[in-house]
């Protein structure tokens, strides 16, 4: 080989690079489009994608093609635990994220996600999530340097299990269960073996028996294919709170004109009304799949419901309490919520006072 071809190919490579340095540093040609990139870790088959794509489509529309989206899916540039940071310092300039998971910075918006007993709509949810955050300025503070572009809840989830019914809330003891942390202690009382693990894992670890089931909706039998490894749903009230779940990064947002960042002002209800519909639809279609393939349904007692409620809440409020030792009144936000929330589901913003 010739010597010099190593040093030749070197020089080539750096020369390469420096053109596409060059490139990179061009800027784009100036059309009167802001192009945004917004990115989740779904696929674009995803529920929460197609509402992402609805709303794509309304921002591209009603800004008459000044505001181009282009999305990144299945989590090529934003990672899930650190999203939030990512956004503020502009990684991409729109993303999904999920405070609720986060462990620090966060306290409050992931404790109050359990406070939203009797919010049973994905509507209310979002209602009661606004009310608590308009009260408490904690909310604002630590979501700093954000904008947020949409809020999101949830369907309530059941249980899901692999061989044995549970048709009352006896019938969890002694049975291995897959919840989210919220929900850990409240099993725990329950006599439940809880575990916490990805829900990616799900599926092996029910189809191995290393779990007996899991608290999930039956959008679940469809997008992580319980169908094929449960036989048993039991239908019941899992309470589930709304968050923040949207964002763009505040540096981002203000280099918008004005009439840019009020279409993605009118996109927000937009968007929370997509992600709301595209999740009933999942919940449809997991259960038409799950009774397709056999899956048996039961149904908790009132009087079984009404015991989960009071132990849901009775965790809840000592979740709010732990909050003091960050400085935060978690427990006025509680209180809050539960001034909020009237006895057929609706919500009015009301602030129960000392």
């Known amino acids: 080989m010739n010597q010099s071809s190593p040093s030749l190919l070197l020089r080539a490579m750096a020369v390469l690079a420096g053109l596409l340095g060059l490139a990179a540093c061009s800027p784009a040609p100036d059309d009167g489009v802001v192009e945004l990139v917004y990115a989740t870790p779904y696929s674009p088959a995803h529920p929460f994608s197609r509402a992402d794509q609805r709303w794509i489509e309304f921002v591209e529309r009603e800004s008459g093609g000044t505001l181009r989206i282009r999305p990144s899916w299945s989590g090529a540039l934003l990672s899930s635990e650190h999203s939030m940071e990512e956004l503020r310092h502009g990684v991409v300039d729109i993303g999904l994220i999920t405070p609720i998971y986060v462990k620090g910075g966060v306290h409050l918006i992931r404790i109050q996600s359990g406070f939203y007993s009797g919010a049973a709509t994905i509507e209310s949810q979002v209602a009661l999530y606004r009310c608590m955050a308009a009260g408490n300025p904690q909310f604002e503070h630590e979501l700093e340097g954000l904008k947020i572009l949409a809020v999101q809840g949830g369907s309530l989830p059941g249980i899901v299990t692999r061989d044995k019914p549970v048709r009352s809330l006896d019938d969890l003891k002694g049975m291995r269960i897959r919840v989210p942390t919220e929900l850990l202690n409240v099993m725990r009382d329950l006599g439940a073996d809880p575990v916490n693990m990805p829900m990616g894992d799900v599926y092996s670890a029910l189809a191995k028996g290393v779990i007996d089931g899991l608290v999930a909706p039956t959008d679940t039998f469809r997008a992580l294919h ?123 913003c009301r602030e129960k006072m000392e």
Not at 244 to 269: C, F, H, T, Y
Not at 311 to 325: D, F, G, I, P, T
């Open 226 to 348: 319980l169908s094929e490894v449960s036989k048993y749903y039991t239908r019941m009230r899992v309470w589930r709170g709304a968050y923040p779940a949207r964002a763009m990064g505040a540096k981002r947002w203000n280099s918008l004109s004005e009439a840019q960042r009020a279409v993605l002002d009118a996109g927000i209800p937009v968007w929370e009304q997509a992600l709301a519909e595209e999740n009933r639809r999942a919940l449809e279609e997991g259960w038409k799949l799950a009774e397709q393939t056999g899956v048996v349904a039961h149904d908790l007692s009132a009087a079984d419901q009404l015991r989960f409620d009071e132990l849901y809440l009775r965790e809840a409020e000592a979740n709010a309490q732990s909050l003091e030792r960050y400085g935060i009144d978690g427990m006025k936000v509680f209180r809050m919520s539960r001034a909020s929330v009237g006895a057929d589901g609706s919500v009015t």
